[in-house]
């Protein structure tokens, strides 16, 4: 706008022009005094123009023409060009090339300089102004402010691909909004400064955001390794939206598994309660592995027993079936376990387990105290399930499940045969059911398993004499169950195929 050289002060070249359009003998500066001067305006004639602190006034792109027609000078002043230019305002300059005053600026390279100041008048006549106040700096520290914000929410909150495509949309939009607001006002508004500080607040928070989730992966790993397999704790972790944390309702299949004769066996072991404690771990550890193996869930341990279930936190397919063969498993591997303990006479009589098994809807959560709780299932398939382990020993079986539990068997489970024990009711119970005993091929005789099923369908068509014959045949058997036998005598003996209370635990 202004030019000192020496003491003087010089307009540039349009400014002399308009003020000389306007027939205007005095270019009036105003601005800011003190210590802190700086120049906010330059008034002539009529127009008062709004420049920045160092007095600059910013040249619209709008308005620059890169190339014109030109007018010889010589035929200007011949008068072959009087009607056209009559009411102009003329602009005297070179475009050469070789004068070098040419410019690059927004609107294109290579500018001649003429056309600036052509570009300058046109838009003060026009009172456009590219504006830099403090209104414009405001908004751009706030705008910055702002989309920062909306980053790091955007980040935290949302995932995936999510994420990245809100930044898109919303930093799209923060620079729309500037060159809207130029295009209208001429505020010239920097947006560089709120992207940089949009992308700076997006990929910290994002990172934040990662290693947030891992750490609630590392959380729950940490919470679920204690009761779940190795598998289905990575699965978890990869899918954290199929835990569902405070309890829901779901179908499993409970395992209860009870020492027989810990009790008596722990009373040698009163002197030496620490060689218990080493035993009893060697035998839950195997135990424990097998159900782990299988997607189990360790409920709890209960002194010598074992609560399990299978179908939550994760969906198990066929977990009746499985939880039928990890039963069977645990068998097998108590007997490995059996001959290692015997082999270096830690024990002088195997140690046996019975097993029970039902299936039905619980509910399934964290269960307890907000001081303490515990990943668990409540409902009345446990309590049945509970029951049917007791029944275990009753009826001289490994390995007891319930009506529900082989309703539902997809096949047979692998490796042992079933066969129909009874109908009870149970104790604490009021519906009867029907009970079925898995019996493993290995470790176990499984020759009695036929003739036992006949002798149950007689007993359910009444058939009192072809029960009683296939009764004599069992108990010619060294292999059929003592106590198992004694529940078949009472039926014949009874000729009763009603359903049985029992009181057993």
């Not at 179908?251 to 040698?268: K, Y």
């Not at 046996?352 to 039902?358: A, E, V, W």
Request: aromatic content about 8%; overall charge negative; charged content about 20%.
């Amino acid at each position: 706008m202004l030019i000192r050289a020496g003491d003087s002060v010089y307009p540039s070249l349009f400014l002399s022009m308009l003020a000389n359009e306007q027939q205007a003998s005095t270019i009036i500066v105003k601005g800011a005094s003190g210590d802190g001067a700086t120049i906010e305006t330059v008034k002539v004639g009529a127009y008062e123009i709004p420049v920045d602190s160092d007095g600059e006034m910013q040249v619209v792109p709008h308005h620059i023409i890169k190339s014109f027609p030109g007018l010889h000078l010589t035929e200007v002043l011949d008068g072959l060009h009087d009607e056209k230019i009559a009411g102009s305002v003329i602009l005297l300059g070179p475009t050469a090339t070789g004068l070098m005053d040419f410019h690059d600026t927004p609107a294109g390279l290579n500018v001649p300089g003429p056309a600036l100041h052509v570009a300058a008048l046109k838009q003060i006549f026009a009172e456009e102004y590219v504006l830099r106040d403090a209104v414009v700096i405001g908004a751009e520290w706030s705008g910055a402010l702002l989309l920062s914000i909306l980053c790091i929410v955007v980040a935290l909150k949302c995932g995936g691909l999510v994420s990245p495509a809100i930044f898109v949309m919303l930093t799209a939009s923060y620079i729309g909004s500037g060159f809207w607001w130029f295009s209208k006002s001429g505020h010239l508004f920097d947006w560089s400064l709120g992207t940089m500080f949009g992308l700076t607040a997006f990929v910290s928070s994002t990172a934040v955001s990662l290693l947030r989730t891992e750490s609630e992966r590392g959380e729950i790993r940490k919470a679920f390794s204690t009761y779940l397999s190795p598998d289905l704790v990575a699965e978890i972790s990869k899918n954290p939206e199929k835990l569902k944390l405070g309890g829901e309702r779901r179908e499993v299949t409970v395992l209860f598994a009870d020492i027989r004769g810990f009790t008596t066996m722990s009373e040698g072991y009163k002197d030496k309660p620490e060689e218990l404690t080493v035993l009893l771990n060697d035998l839950l550890t195997p135990l424990t592995h097998e159900i782990m193996d299988q997607k189990g869930t360790i409920d709890k341990y209960m002194g010598d027993a074992i609560m399990a279930f299978w179908n939550a936190p994760v969906d198990v397919p066929n977990h009746p079936r499985i939880a039928c063969e990890v039963a069977i498993a645990m068998m097998i591997a108590l007997e490995v376990l059996n001959k290692e303990l015997m082999s270096h006479e830690r024990i002088s009589q195997p140690l046996k387990i019975g097993i029970g098994l039902n299936t039905g809807e619980v509910t399934v959560g964290n269960l307890g105290s907000e001081q303490r709780f515990d990943y668990s299932c409540l409902g009345d398939a446990i309590n049945l399930g509970a029951r049917l382990e007791g029944l275990s020993k009753a009826y001289g079986v490994p390995i007891v499940i319930g009506e529900a539990t082989y309703d539902v068997l997809d096949r047979p489970p692998i490796g042992a045969e079933i066969v129909l024990l009874d109908h009870v009711i149970v104790k604490g119970k009021s519906i009867a059911v029907a009970i079925y005993g898995i019996i493993p091929k290995q470790g176990f005789s499984t020759g009695w398993c036929a003739d036992h099923n006949k002798f149950m369908h007689h007993v359910a068509e009444d058939n009192w004499d072809e029960a009683g014959s296939l009764l004599e045949i069992l108990k010619n058997r060294d292999d059929y169950p003592v106590e198992l036998l004694e529940q078949s005598s009472y039926r014949v003996q009874q000729r009763s195929s009603a359903v049985r209370t029992m009181q057993t635990k």
